[in-house]
């Protein structure tokens, strides 16, 4: 089993950026979702919301972020280091606000061009806690970004060929990993065999990671990333053969144990089961 594909995706909800070597944080992949586009009551805005977002390029640089999208200026955001912060959450029913640092007017008038809506751009200047303690199995504490609960998400390419099975079978098209948006993707494991990874620890490269269970699925697998075409698959078909207590499941979560440098083509090794 190897590592065959790594993606970030700097502003939450935009499209991803492809890597052969990333950085491993105790929060995630570094400048994975560290920026986050909220509204005027500073919840995150998404592509559950929004499948404007999939033509949101972003690159972050040394000290800030290029945004791009066809139709649109390039706009280099820098990375704020002072202002007043402000209280976002990732979602409306989230509990614990974080502080987060405004990007500032350049680049919510940029963002809320594309978007066709008046929204902020803000950035997370230092990983905090945003789910309350109790409220997930394995607890990630204060080591998550703006991603919606865990610190990285893996898929396998093999559990893609059974699903495009299914969907085949259905007389529906196949869809790509990109509906799924991971941040790794493992070939040579079997199909579903990250269920059996879930409370294991579990290493890539030189770096140990601890998964933390199977990933719940939402409507932005059905939008075509590239397009922003929005459907009813794959969802459809996970509801037949991967409802587990009402959770659509696909993927598993990731909990970074170290720090390092992951690389495509690192193998994946799972820990024996205790």
Same mark, same amino acid.
């Given at each position: 089993?190897?590592?065959?594909?790594?993606?970030?995706?700097?502003?939450?909800?935009?499209?991803?950026?492809?890597?052969?070597?990333?950085?491993?944080?105790?929060?995630?992949?570094?400048?994975?979702?560290?920026?986050?586009?909220?509204?005027?009551?500073? #919840?995150?805005?998404?592509?559950?919301?929004? #499948?404007?977002?999939?033509?949101?390029?972003?690159?972050?640089?040394? $000290?800030?972020?290029?945004?791009?999208?066809?139709?649109?200026?390039?706009?280099?955001?820098?990375?704020?280091?002072? $202002?007043?912060?402000?209280?976002?959450?990732?979602?409306?029913?989230?509990?614990?606000?974080?502080?987060?640092?405004?990007?500032?007017?350049?680049?919510?008038?940029?963002?809320?061009?594309?978007?066709?809506?008046?929204?902020?751009?803000?950035?997370?200047?230092?990983?905090?806690?945003?789910?309350?303690?109790?409220?997930?199995?394995?607890?990630?504490?204060?080591?998550?970004?703006?991603?919606?609960?865990?610190?990285?998400?893996?898929?396998?390419?093999?559990?893609?060929?059974?699903?495009?099975?299914?969907?085949?079978?259905?007389?529906?098209?196949?869809?790509?990993?990109?509906?799924?948006?991971?941040?790794?993707?493992?070939?040579?494991?079997?199909?579903?065999?990250?269920?059996?990874?879930?409370?294991?620890?579990?290493?890539?490269?030189?770096?140990?990671?601890?998964?933390?269970?199977?990933?719940?699925?939402?409507?932005?697998?059905?939008?075509?990333?590239?397009?922003?075409?929005?459907?009813?698959?794959?969802?459809?078909?996970?509801?037949?053969?991967?409802?587990?207590?009402?959770?659509?499941?696909?993927?598993?979560?990731?909990?970074?144990?170290?720090?390092?440098?992951?690389?495509? $083509?690192?193998?994946? #090794?799972?820990?024996?089961?205790?």
């Amino acid at each position: 089993m190897r590592l065959s594909a790594i993606h970030t995706y700097p502003v939450k909800g935009c499209h991803r950026l492809d890597h052969d070597v990333a950085g491993v944080e105790p929060w995630g992949l570094a400048g994975d979702r560290r920026w986050m586009i909220v509204d005027a009551e500073g #919840v995150g805005v998404t592509q559950r919301e929004t #499948v404007r977002l999939v033509a949101l390029h972003a690159t972050p640089h040394g $000290g800030g972020l290029l945004l791009r999208a066809e139709g649109h200026p390039e706009l280099d955001v820098p990375e704020p280091t002072d $202002g007043e912060p402000v209280a976002v959450r990732t979602f409306r029913n989230r509990k614990l606000p974080v502080p987060a640092l405004p990007a500032g007017p350049a680049a919510d008038a940029w963002i809320s061009a594309l978007l066709g809506r008046a929204v902020r751009l803000v950035w997370l200047a230092r990983p905090t806690r945003h789910i309350p303690p109790g409220d997930r199995e394995h607890d990630t504490g204060d080591q998550v970004s703006f991603a919606d609960a865990y610190p990285l998400l893996l898929a396998t390419a093999a559990s893609l060929d059974a699903l495009n099975g299914w969907l085949a079978e259905a007389g529906e098209e196949p869809v790509p990993m990109a509906r799924f948006r991971p941040n790794l993707v493992v070939e040579g494991a079997p199909a579903w065999a990250e269920d059996d990874w879930a409370g294991r620890p579990l290493r890539i490269g030189g770096v140990r990671f601890r998964a933390a269970g199977p990933c719940d699925r939402c409507v932005v697998t059905t939008t075509d990333q590239e397009t922003g075409v929005r459907g009813k698959e794959p969802l459809r078909t996970l509801g037949r053969h991967r409802n587990v207590n009402r959770k659509l499941l696909f993927g598993l979560h990731l909990v970074p144990e170290e720090t390092g440098s992951i690389a495509v $083509g690192d193998p994946l #090794v799972p820990d024996r089961p205790a």
